[in-house]
């Protein structure tokens, strides 16, 4: 009996070391930075006046997608509500859910593989530690499963990659892209052709996703479901592409499958001409993210085509049924 108890205490005790260790170590480069950029967002979308334009993706939407062209040609004030591909779907659309108002229009370019996700890739990484040390509320209301699993993804990489970006936050480093490079509706900024010109060979070698759309995931389950949650609330959801390099084999079929997921749930899809296909020196960093001036050129054809799109029937939704 002495020894079992001798044991739980230990355990108990290794709890308690692990979770002050991890209350003191954090990741302000990386996880603060994302938190940083998620409530500027938040707190100016707050601010706005529905009818309002939200676009909402991964990076891709952030980096190749500008709220200026389309806020101008709409004549509604716009957010950029995208953060990164690695952050899971449902925890971001339930950041967002409380700030849409009947009217609103979310126009989502999501990445192909955001469509391919599985529960543990939509839970793992980067989400848990944002929520463990900067939305511990929203944490706690979700169930004892997904609670302990945030606290326990924390391992031997997360504490080193923690004490390294204490230390150079603690130098004054400076991230390439952070919260202090958006603009005032939450667009990426200064991503310039120059710029890009540093990361031209690494863009050359990549190999763009285009891989197919299935026809079930669990992350369709979660876009369906808010896709009939915004119908109901007055919500118009409008699907698109991402952008990709022009030499990239984008299946007719998964474009037809995307059209009929958002129209299934009562909502729209556009599809640009081009397919939202650039040549591949208007690509900065990845073959999803767009430079500064093909992302402004990209908006402004974007905003014609959704201009268009809603001066037909995109104002009223079509069903507010279940």
């Known amino acids: 009996m002495k020894k079992l108890l001798c044991l739980s205490g230990l355990v108990l005790l290794s709890i308690a070391v692990f979770l002050a260790v991890f209350s003191v170590v954090r990741r302000p480069l990386v996880v603060g930075d994302i938190q940083k950029s998620l409530a500027y967002k938040l707190d100016y979308a707050g601010t706005l006046i529905s009818p309002k334009i939200v676009i909402f993706a991964g990076s891709n939407g952030r980096y190749s997608h500008r709220c200026a062209p389309i806020s101008a040609a709409l004549g509604r004030p716009c957010v950029n509500a995208s953060l990164a591909f690695g952050i899971g779907i449902d925890f971001q659309l339930d ?41 511990r509320a929203y944490l706690w209301s979700l169930s004892p499963q997904r609670i302990a699993a945030a606290y326990g993804s924390f391992d031997l990489s997360s504490l080193i990659n ?18 202090a490079s958006l603009t005032p509706q939450g667009d990426e900024s200064g991503h310039t052709d120059r710029q890009g010109e540093a990361f031209a060979s690494f863009v050359q070698a990549m190999v763009p996703d285009t891989s197919h759309v299935p026809e079930h995931s669990d992350a369709l389950v979660v876009i369906e479901g808010f896709l009939d949650q915004a119908r109901r609330a007055g919500v118009t959801v409008v699907g698109g592409l991402p952008t990709l390099p022009d030499s990239a084999q984008v299946e007719d079929a998964g474009i037809e499958r995307l059209r009929r997921l958002y129209e299934g ?58």
């Open 162 to 179: 923690g004490l390294v970006e204490m230390a150079l936050e603690h130098r004054g480093f400076q991230r390439r892209s952070s919260a």
């Open 265 to 322: 749930h009562g909502q729209r899809f556009v599809v640009l001409p081009n397919h939202s296909q650039y040549p591949l020196a208007c690509f900065f960093d990845t073959t999803y993210h767009l430079n500064e001036g093909c992302q402004q050129a990209h908006s402004e054809r974007l905003a014609r085509v959704l201009a268009s799109a809603l001066s037909e029937r995109l104002l009223q939704p079509e069903s507010t049924g279940p």
């Open 95 to 135: 950041q967002w859910w409380p700030l849409l108002r009947a009217g609103d229009v979310i126009y989502m370019p999501l990445e192909y593989a955001q469509y391919r996700h599985t529960s543990a890739e939509m839970h793992e990484g980067l989400q848990n530690a944002l929520m463990v040390q900067h939305q």
